[in-house]
């Protein structure tokens, strides 16, 4: 192998793709970063709730009024799931023989406390729900099952300014959902770092709507990307902005990526559309992780409107959206999973060229977050 070739390749190798690298993670990354788990318009006043897993952990985050609270989501009786919908509104109470618990995760409704159990306060507290550290930056959610890093502030940097440009500038999804992709989490997010693959998976959709340079910058383990749109797509977003009376964000003109390690994405187009996606990782009841899975998350938002477009414009431009953005979606899913595939079978480490930088700067990250 010559030296040039040396630079230029993954500073991941294969194996890190594979079964012991995915176990490695669920504690080194998933457990002790900033995890995003949703919008806080997602959780309604008083009572809404998100269940999500996260390290293998199934985590209730929970609105008690202006409070946001996120617990293990396993009561303390006998271990039923406090919620079974992955979200909706309602009390922190168990299906199974009733408790309900307070914010603090204490269970202070107990039918028949007095005649079965006789449980009293400090009995209570004992037996609350083990919690987790909530932060929010504008309206997205994070949680982070183990204490003791940075703030939320400190971690984002200058993206704390995207989530809150974003979360100002644009409205709730119109469309998202859980698709089941079979490679490694880490394929995905490598996928949305690069341009590259545009010409040859996207001609039709993607391909259709940028052109340029893809400008790149890193801020610590993030980063962000920047590609210009065609003059046709700028025009299509302009009769968009009019017709359907949207506010466009000024700061953000052309298609606009960012990433905050180690799995969200965010993809801004013209300052009119938001497509914020999480890669997770898949785990089983036990926690143990499922390699080769992960749970691509998407949602998709406009710019805030005026009053008095029509909703039946709306709905028809978001229908658009939402058909053109799952077929791109299922052109990355294919060559996400080829790529996974291979990975399993290859026999030295990827390639990656100068316009593949933000993947070698995800790959610093990861390392260093892995302690390796
Ligand atoms: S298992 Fe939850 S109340 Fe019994
Ligand atoms: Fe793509």
Known sequence: MTDRLDAMRAAVGPEDYGAAAAAAETQALFARLWHFVGFDDELTAPDGYLVRTI????VVVQRFDDDIRAF?????????????????????????????????????????NDPCFQLDKADKAALALTGYEVARRGRFIFVRLIPGGP??????????????AVS????????????????????G?????????????HPETFRTVTEGVWKCAEHGAHSTGTIGLTAETRRWWEGVAKRLKLTPLT????????????????GLTAGLMASV???EPVYAPDGTVRPGRCHLRYRLS?????????????????GHLADFNRRLLAEDQSVAEAAWAGSQQADRPALLGHNEGRIRAFHAAWLKEMGR
């Open 72 to 112: 293990r989501d396993v009561c303390s009786h006998r271990h039923a799931r406090l919620h079974t919908a992955e979200r909706g509104h309602g009390p922190l109470r168990c299906p199974y023989h009733g408790w309900t618990y307070s914010r603090e995760g204490v269970p202070v409704g107990i039918p028949g």
């Open 302 to 318: 406009l710019a805030r409107q005026q009053p008095g477009a029509s909703a039946a414009a709306r709905q028809g431009v978001e």
């Open 151 to 164: 703030d939320l502030d400190i971690w984002l940097g200058p993206l704390g300014a995207w989530l809150d």
């Open 277 to 279: 996606q999480t890669y």
């Open 251 to 266: 700061a953000f003109t052309d298609y606009d990526h960012a990433i905050i390690f180690p799995n969200l994405a965010i």
């Open 189 to 201: 997010m490598e996928n949305v770092l690069e341009v590259y693959h545009v010409d040859s998976v």
């Open 55 to 58: 390290a293998g952990v199934p």
């Open 168 to 187: 100002d500038g644009f409205a709730a999804p119109f469309d998202q959902a859980p698709l089941d992709w079979r490679a490694d989490w880490k394929v």
